[in-house]
């Protein structure tokens, strides 16, 4: 090699670092470009944050990082990059949205069974007033832009989904005639008799939007528009948001503190965007994550590590017997109805008989999932009393292989091929599904696995062209209706496109029952027992659905910088999530409230 | 001579060497020739050696597995006497895994080099021996398809599919890689094109196709032979990528999806090493057992580069 | 004496042990000598001229001795041959159509051989070069081009000129004129005499299969058989007056002038050459040779005949014996 | 020299229409709803809400106009720059979330690509016909060459990561950091750059040494090599026009190369977590954001196109046979 060409090598070295230092360069100014318009408020908040923190200025350039004793990272809720603060785009809006920001007038607890008033002040039960909803909206609570929050407001919210199609909650007001503000009272009427199960669902599931803000966009919009700047009533305020989270400001003066003695210890809660298992369970470990509500797939092996190297303990909600997780949703086995021989009862006890959720829970999650009981209603709907044990001790099909081979010689099953799908990349349910294979060639039914994408499965689903397919329900609910209804919704129609009933069970009497239950007042409770009774008899007797294990509330807190996290034996009972859905309608909040510093500083 | 594609890079083997092969058309040397110096090659002696000996794996460890790839057995048992190489997360015993993992990294190799070859055969010799505006064409078909990013394109494509098989993914990886085939074919056959013999077959009023079988391919059969290899090489890695992120064959087994379920698994930060070591070193030494080997090869088949 | 080669012998290897290619080869050349060495294929012919500039790595010189200016070539030793090469002895290869380097121009090419040789006053060497380039009819743009920019006869000529540039004592010129067509075999064949004449090369050893570009340029032509050396004369006596067997049998199957004899084999003679893996003891032309015989399973001295006329065979020997007696009485 | 530029024009015209018309043809062609899909997110209640919604995204999506329309949409939108709304990061446009994971894929690959080909090549050319150095050169590569880009991208982390502990195994720079140009975050950023970064450049350095290295043997033994030696040219110069020689066909295989180097950058970025587009590819699939994947798509047929002309540009500055063909000297 001539001298030359070595010298042309050395310039390429420095010509590749620099490159990468340029491109990187380049990638740093369009991720802080990337940041929200509120970040032109909030940036001087984050950079005057990051005075309090020593460690970490270098080189007399202030930093802009979150100081990290004062800051909650949590991770296990966000798929994508938070670009929208909408709470009516319920498939969209970045985590905190719902919780943080807009919050319900009231929040259920599944743990106690009761409604915490939040946004409104009475209780819940003495709202209903012959056929009306009478809310009490708490006074001296305002909006992050210093606007009041007032009963109109909340008759905004439930009237824009009363009269607009789009809004995802308008299914729960389907029966609300009008809701008239008056005062610091909203008094809602309804058309007939009130679907009372559905709208209480509203009153703990929906947010109250800000009407001065809200009425300005276009009514085609309001469950899509991005909505970057929110101004909400919940206790933080967006900081910034970028392509690998969001983090929020604690509100110093947020309503709940003076209400009801809530605060956040966290001047910012940062949630990182998912990685997969690996990096999630890395970066708790490492202590760069607080509180992850991820599914990590065998984390209860560091359930006994004290310190570790980074000198972490992991916390959970529940202990080894109660398999580490709150049961957040059932998962099932979807046999379609129409088909033969899955429109065969006994072949659907048949495939109740051969499986055995105890075996599937622990092979798929190692013992952080709990195995689904006969009914799969959630542990906290059976304590909250709406599972009869009698029925299902008389009626229920659990594990025993005879009893399956015998239900199959009379189900019309000849020994035909069945398709099983789970959306592909889904790597638990993939590993249940060979599981289940497993189980059901024992008794002789033969499966052939398949893992079409998520979208395909979705349309396999909702048009009724498959076979058997693994599909969970919705999660933590204040009562089964919506477990029923996800059951037996009637009529079928071609596409089922709500994602109700896609094993397409018709039974006219048990949907009627389901439809009249919605139709009572929740203050009897004697009929709504029998009804959820009988829809749990025909549930066993029928197997319209074998429900197999509970999917967990994912919850793991690290407890380097934080502790006090949510707990089954601690003083902090709440629901320990961040998911939408969970966050700003259960006690996430609440639970967020009760940690405290490790470390006192 | 001014195409030096000829001399280019096999897909994802770099440009392991397939330089011109200078001896091609040369008088066939004699076979035990070939076979004296090729025991005598270090790397070629070291690499079918080993090659040998992981075929024999695939073909027997399946057989002497206790489990099935995919019955869960007790979870995340460390390596040795009741699971030789741990169970992980699930319970699945990772000996039996490999094995059978291990055959269908072979099979799709086989497959996708088979699938490259022929298209690219094919199409290079008829690039080479027509010439002209099917040359041109065809030359442009092979640029066209370099430049579109394979792996993208499986993407796209795997993530419509509900169910890919292993026929697949093998034909998908040899379809997106035989223009490198194509390209050098071309270039030799358009070499040999000239030579008197084929030029006398012509004359004597063969037909092309005969040629190219009679004639040409015979002389290029070692350089045909090194070619294949990269490629069965190439495609078992490419396979592992595309099995990695998911988009491999369903319901099966192989080495890349077990380095999909270990990444899924976390199998890093529990050290669970038995979990994706031993399928990473499995198939680098399959890879590079095959690369040695057809380095041995090019050295035997080629005088000049023998060792001195 | 300008080159004196003493009993050389090279051996390539081979998986079936050693083969002497060149076996106890003696000659010499004088000051301003062309020596032509023919032979036919696998003669060696070729392994000697390339012996004596560049051993290739299979090649290895197994005994022997050479001299050039009356100083040691170290033959063997390719780290000290480096810096005799190109100035004092030097090779036009037979494969000089390919021989230049196609990414490099030959300006460059040159100037890089140059500095390797620590060539100090290089701006007068590349005037001389130049100068060299107008004396052959090639333009100076010849050092801006690459090679695969220039016709056959130019990229043989470029080569001679570089070849030859620092003057060697002895030029190798292997089969410089097989590759080209016959007008510029005779213009390069006289660029080469011109050379010698000019002092540009203080001699030469012109390899070639064509016996009769020889004889328009060698001074003195020696023939190489099975790896020995088996007659040297000067040219027109070789020609007129070939003594060895095998020498007459050459010139007799060449059909005319110009034709290659490998490509019109020793028609007239049966028979192959022996191989030289496992040769045998004697003369090696034996087999063929219509002249053999008993002591023929000697091996034959390579003796002076005649003044300037040397000649490897017995049944020679015993007439020039014969003649020399009566020679010698006349002389004395 | 029009010849070869056309021809090479018409080649790249015609795989960036391939590459548009597959882009585009495949998701339409292809099994399975993306609005469908999408919805399946949304707590949809009821049928009449679910088709508002599902009216509202096909406008916005422009998929509820014939198929030879959207297909005409779709160029004008590749001309334009305007690749549509995103399914996942709705409604941030494509090209802007493309552009925003650019810079970290071109951080990764650029110098990767640049170091591994220049000192793969050099490595390799110094290991030609070198007993000792290739002893060790050769097998290290070959072992290099044949790791599976999945399988050095969870060894480096094990290693680097879980065992020792020296640098991040994840994402683009600490979550504690905002983005912003300083040098706090600058050395984040190459602190998460490095290892993904050395998992890409080891799995090519392996087959660069290698190639160049057997491509440098034969170039030692050409004719020219042995007319250079024959002339007492030094090793240095021997070696240096040997390696001159074989970088024309290292670089052509470097054009080859790119897909799958692409390809690696992809499986290496998904199993680091890092920001560039090939995280951006895993989450579109994950996601079903076929708009993101198709505006993925094509970014990457650009780069490729791209760096083939930049490629053919080097190309023909150190081949001069091309270079004056190209001039017209020689057809």
């Known amino acids: 090699m001539t001298p030359t060409r070595s010298r042309n090598g050395r310039r390429w070295r420095y010509g590749t670092a620099a490159v990468a230092v340029l491109t990187l360069g380049v990638a740093s100014a369009c991720s802080s470009s990337s940041s929200t318009p509120a970040a032109s408020g909030s940036s001087s908040a984050s950079a005057s944050g990051s005075t309090s923190a020593s460690g970490s200025t270098s080189g007399g350039s202030s930093t802009l990082s979150f100081p990290r004793s004062e800051t909650l990272y949590t991770s296990g809720t966000a798929y994508g990059p938070p670009v929208n603060w909408n709470p009516l785009d319920t498939g969209n809006f970045a985590t905190g949205t719902q919780g943080l920001i807009y919050e319900p007038l009231y929040l259920y607890d599944p743990i106690k069974n009761q409604y915490d008033p939040w946004l409104a002040s009475s209780a819940e039960a003495s709202g209903w007033q012959g056929g009306k909803y009478v809310i009490t909206v708490r006074s001296g609570i305002k909006w992050s832009d210093g606007q009041p929050m007032t009963a109109a407001d909340v008759a905004y919210s439930i009237n824009l989904a009363r009269t607009n199609a789009a809004d995802p909650y308008s299914a729960n007001v389907a029966s609300v005639a009008n809701a008239v503000a008056s005062g610091n009272t909203v008094t809602v009427t309804f058309k007939g008799t009130p679907g009372y199960t559905e709208f209480t669902d509203y009153l703990w599931k929906a947010p109250v939007l800000p009407e001065h803000i809200w009425k300005s966009i276009p009514a085609s919009q309001i469950a899509t528009t991005a909505n970057k700047n929110p101004v909400g009533t919940g206790p933080m305020t967006l900081d910034t948001a970028n392509q690998q989270e969001v983090a929020y400001q604690t509100k110093p003066d947020w309503w709940a503190t003076a209400a009801l003695g809530y605060s956040f210890k966290f001047k910012y809660l940062v949630d990182v965007v998912n990685g997969s298992n690996s990096q999630e369970l890395g970066q708790l470990t490492a202590g760069n994550i607080d509180w992850s509500n991820n599914y990590l797939p065998g984390v209860n092996m560091l359930a006994g590590a004290q310190g570790g190297n980074s000198g972490y303990t992991l916390k959970f909600y529940g202990t080894a017997s109660q398999h580490y997780m709150l049961s957040g949703n059932t998962v099932w086995l979807e046999p379609n109805t129409t088909k033969a021989p899955m429109n065969n009862v006994n072949f659907r006890r048949a495939l109740a008989y051969a499986l055995n959720p105890t075996a599937i829970a622990q092979a798929v999650y190692d013992g952080i999932a709990s195995p689904a009981g006969p009914t799969g209603l959630l542990p906290t709907l059976q304590s909250a009393g709406y599972v009869n044990s009698s029925v299902v001790s008389q009626y229920a099909a659990t594990y025993d292989p005879a009893k399956a081979k015998a239900a199959l010689a009379q189900s019309g099953y000849t020994g035909q091929t069945l398709t099983l799908e789970a959306p592909q990349g889904w790597s638990d349910w993939n590993t249940a599904q060979t599981v289940i294979q497993q189980e059901l060639k024992a008794v002789g039914i033969n499966i052939n696995v398949i893992e079409p994408s998520s979208n395909q499965r979705t349309a396999d689903l909702d048009s009724g062209k498959y076979d058997l397919a693994l599909d969970n329900n919705a999660g933590l609910d204040s009562t089964p209706w919506s477990y029923f209804q996800r059951v037996y919704q009637l009529p079928i129609s071609a596409q089922q496109n709500a994602q109700m009933n896609w094993e397409r069970y018709t039974s006219t009497s048990d949907w009627n029952l389901v439809q009249q239950a919605a139709t009572i007042n929740p203050s009897n409770t004697s009929q709504l027992d029998s009804i959820y009774s009988t829809l749990e008899k025909d549930f066993l007797q029928q197997q319209p659905e074998i429900p197999l294990w509970y999917n967990g509330v994912w919850f793991q807190g690290n407890t380097q910088y934080w502790t006090n996290y949510p707990s089954s034996t601690g003083g902090n009972q709440n629901i320990p999530a961040m998911w939408a859905g969970y966050l700003g309608s259960m006690t996430s909040v609440i639970g967020l409230a009760q940690l405290t510093p490790a470390k006192a500083s | 001579m001014s195409e030096s594609i000829s001399e280019a890079a096999a897909p994802e083997v770099a440009a392991v060497g397939l330089p011109s092969v200078r001896g091609v058309g040369a008088a066939p040397r004699k076979r035990n020739d070939f076979l004296y110096y090729g025991l005598r090659n270090k790397k070629l002696v070291f690499g079918l050696g080993l090659e040998l000996i992981l075929v024999l794996v695939a073909l027997i460890g399946p057989m002497l597995a206790k489990y099935q790839p995919l019955q869960t057995t007790l979870p995340l048992q460390h390596p040795g006497s009741q699971h030789w190489l741990g169970t992980d997360l699930t319970g699945y015993d990772m000996y039996s895994q490999l094995t059978n993992g291990l055959r269908e990294s072979y099979l799709i190799g086989a497959l996708g080099a088979a699938f490259a070859a022929v298209v690219g055969m094919a199409l290079g010799f008829i690039a080479g021996w027509r010439g002209g505006w099917v040359d041109e064409l065809v030359q442009m078909i092979t640029n066209v398809i370099v430049m579109i990013p394979s792996l993208v394109l499986l993407v796209v494509i795997g993530s419509y599919l509900s169910s890919r098989s292993i026929l697949f993914e093998g034909a998908f990886i040899g379809l997106t890689t035989w223009p490198w085939v194509a390209r050098a074919v071309r270039a030799q056959t358009f070499s040999l094109r000239g030579r008197e013999y084929v030029e006398l077959a012509r004359l004597s009023g063969k037909r092309p196709v005969s040629i190219i079988l009679k004639e040409i391919a015979p002389n290029m059969a070692s350089y045909l032979f090194l070619a294949v290899i990269l490629l069965f090489g190439s495609s078992m890695l490419i396979a592992a990528s595309y099995d990695f992120l998911g988009l491999g064959p369903s319901g099966t087994v192989s080495i890349g999806w077990i380095l999909n379920q270990a990444e899924n698994g976390s199998a890093l930060l529990y050290h669970l090493w038995w979990w994706f070591v031993p399928p990473v070193a499995v198939l680098t030494a399959m890879v590079a057992a095959l690369l040695i080997a057809n380095v041995g090869l090019d050295e035997v088949f080629n005088p000049k580069l023998r060792e001195q | ?332 | 020299m029009r010849r070869y530029l056309t021809r090479k024009l018409i080649t790249y015209v015609l795989a960036f229409f391939v590459g548009v018309t597959l882009d585009w043809a495949l998701p339409h062609f292809m099994p399975g709803d993306p609005i469908q899909g999408m919805l399946s997110k949304y707590n949809v209640g009821s049928n009449a809400s679910y088709a508002a919604l599902y009216q509202q995204f096909s406008s916005e999506f422009g998929l509820n106009v014939p198929l030879w329309q959207q297909y005409l949409n779709f160029w004008h939108g590749v001309l334009t720059g305007n690749l549509g709304v995103s399914i996942y990061e709705n409604p941030a446009s494509v090209t802007s979330v493309v552009f925003q994971a650019m810079p970290y894929t071109l951080a990764l690959l650029v110098p990767a690509v640049l170091l591994s080909y220049t000192l793969g090549n050099r490595l390799g050319a110094a290991a030609a016909r070198r007993r000792f150095l290739d002893n060790w050169v050769l097998p290290v590569g070959y072992i290099f060459q044949a790791i599976p880009y999945a399988g050095l991208a969870l060894l480096v982390p094990f290693l680097f990561g879980s065992l020792w502990h020296l640098f991040p195994t994840s994402l683009g720079y600490s979550e504690n950091l905002i983005p912003t140009f300083d040098w706090t975050f600058i050395s984040s950023l190459l602190d998460h750059w490095f290892l993904p970064f050395l998992t890409v450049f080891i799995v090519s350095l392996g087959g660069w040494a290698i190639g160049m290295r057997n491509l440098v043997i034969y170039e030692l033994e050409n004719d020219s090599s042995r007319y250079l030696r024959a002339l007492g040219a030094s090793e240095r110069v021997v070696r240096g026009y040997a390696y001159r020689n074989a970088s024309l066909p290292q670089l052509s295989g470097l054009a080859l190369q790119l897909g799958v180097v692409i390809g690696g950058n992809i499986v290496t970025e998904i199993a680091f977590q890092y920001p560039g587009l090939g995280s951006l590819i895993y989450k579109a699939i994950s996601n079903e954001d076929y708009f993101l994947l198709q505006g993925i798509f094509i970014f990457i047929v650009i780069g490729v196109l791209l760096a083939n002309f930049i490629i053919d540009l080097v190309f023909i500055s150190v081949d001069p046979r091309t270079r004056l063909s190209m001039q017209g000297a020689a057809a």
Not at chain 3, 43 to 72: H, I
Not at chain 3, 171 to 177: C, F
Not at chain 3, 225 to 232: F, M
Not at chain 3, 290 to 315: M, N, S, Y
Request: aromatic share 4%.
């Open chain 3, 1 to 332: 004496m300008s080159v004196n080669v003493q009993n050389l012998s090279v051996a390539y290897r081979s998986r079936l042990g050693d083969v002497t290619a060149v076996d106890d080869v003696s000659f010499s050349l004088a000051d301003g000598e062309i020596m032509g060495l023919a032979g036919e294929s696998g003669s060696g012919k070729s392994t000697l001229g390339n012996a004596l500039v560049f051993l290739d790595p299979r090649m290895k010189a197994t005994g022997g001795k050479v001299t050039v200016d009356g100083r040691d070539l170290p033959i063997a030793d390719n780290g000290a041959m480096r810096h005799k090469r190109m100035t004092e002895v030097s090779l036009v290869p037979q494969y000089a159509m390919s021989a230049l380097t196609p990414t490099r121009k030959i300006g460059r090419l040159i100037n890089d051989l140059l500095k390797s040789h620590h060539i100090k006053n290089r701006d007068e060497v590349l005037t001389e070069l130049k100068r060299r380039l107008a004396l052959i009819g090639l333009k100076e743009e010849v050092l801006g081009k690459y090679s695969f920019e220039l016709s056959g006869g130019m990229r043989q000529r470029v080569t001679i000129i570089m070849s030859t540039l620092l003057n060697p004592s002895l030029l190798i010129a292997d089969e410089v004129t097989s590759a080209l067509d016959v007008s510029t075999q005779r213009a390069v064949g006289e660029m080469l005499l011109e050379f010698r004449d000019r002092g540009y090369v203080k001699s030469a050893i012109a390899i070639t299969h064509d016996l009769s570009i020889l004889a328009q340029i060698a001074d003195s032509i020696a023939i190489m058989y099975a790896g020995r050396l088996a007659e040297r004369a000067p040219t027109s006596v070789i020609v007129d007056n070939p003594l060895h067997p095998y020498t007459q049998a050459l010139l007799n199957s060449l059909p005319e002038v110009g034709v290659r004899h490998d490509q019109a084999l020793l028609t007239g003679i049966p028979g192959r050459p022996p191989s030289l893996a496992n040769p045998p003891a004697g003369c090696r032309f034996r087999e063929r040779c219509p002249f053999a015989f008993d002591k023929c399973t000697q091996t034959p001295p390579f003796e002076e005949i005649r003044p300037g006329h040397l000649v490897a065979c017995w049944k020679v020997s015993q007439e020039q014996t014969a003649v020399t007696a009566g020679a010698g009485q006349e002389q004395a």
